[in-house]
């Protein structure tokens, strides 16, 4: 048996498209006061619309997570507005593959920006509020939860960067798992294989062609399938800690 979301929070980064916003709708159907955080407005507008139509509740918060004020006035104002933070689910990310020697800086600069900075920042700024809610809500228990990829466990020629930076999200998870535990916040690693969302657009030209020539005949998975597995690590009863779950679609060998 599952444990119901009502009466808590949850914050989304990187809602407004594919695992975020699947696990947006995820959360508000268990029904969390869901904030959905991203860069475009217009999106969140929709899907927020699309929450309250199905008869969940939304709340729209503009940032970019990349920097570190935005990033912290968002989580501020998520809590001020709806007076808790029960849980966060890290999903924004970034992913620009391709070879190492050809790459343009400012991809890698990208990743790192998102992938880890955005993550710590989102991270920093929401720690208080998560121990607080684990002290004071019925279910005794917040979750921070991270969507990292099966690079962070495989790397593969190409992504050297966006590899580091999964890597590196994974370690700072599990410091957090053990240095949390005791205060009852539980701590998540999501790794999807491929998904099919629109970072593949993100790639530039020859690189994005080659990406689809490796993964063109796969039957990719789908956000739904990711946001499963978010939706199932936090809604455990509070005496179940599920820290890790790699989701690889059933034809991906890596």
Not at 67 to 91: I, K, M, P, Y
Not at 122 to 146: W, Y
Not at 176 to 190: A, F
């Amino acid at each position: 048996m599952t444990a119901s979301l009502r009466q808590t929070v949850a914050l989304v980064t990187g809602a407004s498209s594919g695992i975020g916003a699947a696990t947006a709708r995820a959360l508000a159907e268990e029904g969390a006061s869901v904030a959905l955080v991203a860069r475009r407005a217009d999106r969140l507008d929709e899907l927020a619309a699309e929450i309250r139509a199905a008869g969940g509740a939304a709340t729209v918060v503009p940032a970019d997570i990349a920097d570190r004020v935005q990033a912290r006035e968002a989580v501020g104002r998520v809590v001020e507005e709806l007076g808790r933070l029960d849980t966060v689910v890290n999903n924004a990310g970034v992913c620009l593959v391709g070879p190492a020697e050809a790459a343009p800086e400012h991809e890698w600069d990208r990743m790192l920006a998102v992938n880890v900075e955005g993550l710590l920042h989102v991270t920093r700024a929401a720690l208080p509020h998560l121990v607080r809610a684990a002290e004071s809500s019925p279910r005794r228990v917040a979750d921070l939860v991270t969507i990292s990829s099966t690079a962070g466990r495989v790397a593969r020629a190409g992504q050297a960067v966006y590899s580091l930076t999964k890597s590196g999200v994974n370690a700072f998870s599990e410091s957090l798992r053990q240095e949390l535990q005791p205060k009852r916040v539980r701590v998540g690693v999501v790794g999807p294989g491929t998904v099919d969302t629109e970072l593949a657009s993100h790639l530039r030209d020859g690189v994005r062609e080659a990406v689809a020539g490796q993964i063109g005949a796969m039957e990719l998975l789908r956000p739904d399938d990711v946001a499963d597995a978010v939706r199932y690590m936090v809604t455990r009863e509070r005496r179940v800690a599920v820290n890790e779950m790699l989701v690889r679609a059933g034809e991906q060998s890596w």
